[in-house]
């Protein structure tokens, strides 16, 4: 049962905001410990299936008592008569597998869970603030949403090793929701309700700076200043005692001693410039019939009501939703987007609502690193970005209502047309969205598809085959494309023989059976698959084994162990039965029903599958997003004779075939661990690493890299598992989840020990500094960088002691001891331009710039940083180039030359909005006072690296 679309659980309301409160229809339902942990459980894990075994470890952990499975059977019963209001209704706990695989999992919609209703309305709020037109409506959505908290999440279980990951998350979403609140309130002027709301927070979150901060503000523009010193004065010595320095509560408790003006709240965001997405796919220019559909579709889009078009599978509901969407387009003046969500892939690659809004972004303009990590903030900034716009938007083949709900727009001017195989009732009832069931073409449209597509003479000429075809094909558009289109090749052949051959095919594809006893697609395919010619019918077969709907033309060849020029022969073939579409040139999609029939048709084909993997990892391997220095630590050996890798020769071409190919990566490292292909997969794995990086697809890079560290472990491979885990770091590092790094980077060290590789073992202590410096512990990040300069130097490696002696010079300035920080930078420098590592060279200019301002030599400080600007303007490094203009600004201001300083702020605060920048706010603030304000250097990307 899908989750979310059940009956039992609609009077059922869970809260975990607080203690944990299970309420049907109003009333407690009451839970003993057991039953409220196992409960808690299956809530963290989001209606996923838990294994048996995994829930006996969660719940007692190494002291599990005798006959634990036995008891956890009683505690499910227990929990599934407390929960299921309806005995004879599906249970909301479901079991899930059997044997070794028997599970569990929780089938409660997610609106009945409080933290869901708290997320969602917190990034409404943030969407509302975020478009910056009513920060008064932001602040009290994200109010109401506050206002559903009574006290810690899991308050009775947060100590529960289970809930200690969720509880922290939903705890800091409500720090961030207090924070936007407050901002909101206090750009409004209402100080005394930030003041009110923060004083138990900042209790609550002592050691949290920006609500700390915050209150400060609201007090002092209250008046309060001596309340608003002391909170100054308790954080800087609660932070000091744990060696936190903040510099800038510190100043702010400076110009509040002194009873300074401070400057005003920060504004919102500014909106991301509209555009105008035009993604529907072309229109087929010989669409029959349908006049009543449409005309019924269109009365019901102009009510403003989201259209369900609904009908077996081949019925043609992708080609009407095209025909209508194409029709609609002047009514939608704002844009169209499209999505086939793919939730009927054979290969089980349905996309994710996350997946599906990332699409939308991206068409939508919005730059990588201003998309939200979290699904409900993508949510909250897609509905933002379409409100009060006039948008069509079409989800095409859409599996459940949970995979449609994220991407509805919250705009009544949207129009929203969705087509699926499934009825989709939760979609009707919950949203009310209007079905439009397609039939099967009747006989008078039968006869019109096949007049379009073979010609009035020659339907005219045989009247009882015409019948025949048209009895057989019992209406189904999908069946009567691939009989016209074999009989549009044969025009010498008789269409009593075609009707012959499909009288005579065999019955098969019973999940696809129309319901009419003369139909089955099966018999349609079944009949125009031995129509091809042996060489085609193969590759047809193969085809099935493939991961994706869309493959390219080396990727095909390489399957089938042809040259490509042969292979194109072959792909026209089946083109040309309607078996493949060609949606781009050199590029083919298989319709989802046709993919299912050859994946039944290929059988067990190892060597396909290997070259299948090679062509993925070689074209990945070889494009120019992966740098020469990683593609040195893996041993590849050269592709298969047989497989012929795309050639990928710069870094545009490069994510144009990665965008493409993104679904099928993430399915080709499952399927090389599926055929024991595990050094394949772990280096396929790394080889994605750069694209996820480039386009801010964090998540998918933490899954592959997952995936591929467990290839590694089964292939025995040390040195892939230290690379996958430092890889896997770094995502986490992207992610903002410092804990789940740091493991990873030392489990990377023991194993680039274990394997005596130096060059390893310094980039993870690199790593390692990084994650200290985000603690704040400078010390430490400069012993780890001279650690990783001491290995780069035993290992030889000039590039990586470049690096290193900037990094110990970075982390000697940061420390206050300019004269051997510049030293080191010197050195670095020098090595650099030796090397020709423009990269490097341009961080070490900004460092050295860094120190001759802090050492008060503003004139080379100028020079040092426009250096660095030069650099990083020539490298295409928008990040670098930001940083570097607003240090300019700086020294320019302290060498006695405000204007040149307003200039350079201008010009990094422009690019900091293009690119979400974390201090566009103080650089908003320096171009607005005309004068530096205290800043913090932030570590660039590059030393994760």
Known sequence: MPFGEGGTGMDLTVAVLGPLDVRRAGRPVRLGPGLASLLSILLVEKSRHVPADRLVELLWGAEAPNGARTTLRSHLSHLRRALDADRSAPSIVATVGSGPRLGYRLDLPPERVDAYEFEQRYAEGRGILAAGDNPEKGAAEIGAALAMWRGPAFADLADRPFALAESAR????????????????????????????????????????GLRRLLVLALYADQRVDEAAEICREGLTLLARRGIDDPALRELQRRILRREPIAPPRQAAPALA?????MLPPELRRFVGRDAELAEARTELASGTALLVTGPAGVGKTTFAIRLA????????????????????PAGTAMSPSEALRLFLDALQVPANRVPATEVAQVGLYRSLLADRRMLVVLDNARDADQIRPLLPASPGCRVLVTSRNQLTGLIAGQGAHPLALGLLGPAESHRMLATRLGQARIAAEPRAVEEIVAACAGLPLAFAVVAARAATRPTVPLAGLAADLREAGRSLRPFESGDPGTDVRTVFSWSYRALRPAAARLFRLLGLHVAADIGLNAAASLAGLPPAQARQLLDDLVGAHLLTEVAHNRFRCHDLLRAYAAELAGDEPDAVERLVEYYLHTSYAAPLLPPSSRDRFDMPPAGPRVTPDAVPDVPAAVEWFTAEHAALLAVVDLAVAAGLDTHACRLAWTTMPFFDLRGHWQDWVTVQRTGIVAAERAGDDSGQAHGHRSLARAYFYLDRMSDAEPHLHQAMELYRRTGDPVGQANTHRNLCF?????????????????ALALYREAGNEVGVARSLNVVGWYLALLGEHAESLDHCERALTLQEKLGHRNSQAHTWDSLGFNHHRLGDHGRSVHCFRRAVELFQELGDRLGEADSLGRLGDAHSAAGDPGAAVTAWRQALAIADELGHVGVEELREKVARGRPVEDRYLAHDSRLQ
């Open 326 to 345: 194409h029709a609609e387009r002047d009514r939608c003046p704002d844009g169209q987007l499209y999505v086939d969500l793919r939730g009927f892939d």
């Open 274 to 278: 509209p555009v105008v997405p035009r």
């Open 771 to 787: 994650l200290h410096e985000r603690a704040g512990r400078y010390r430490d990040a400069l012993d780890h960088g001279r650690q």
């Open 170 to 209: 939903l705890d800091a979403l409500r720090r961030s929701a207090r924070r936007d609140r407050a901002e909101a309130l206090h750009s409004l002027g209402r100080n005394a309700e930030v003041v009110g709301d923060l004083l138990g927070a900042v209790a609550e979150a002592p050691y949290d700076e």
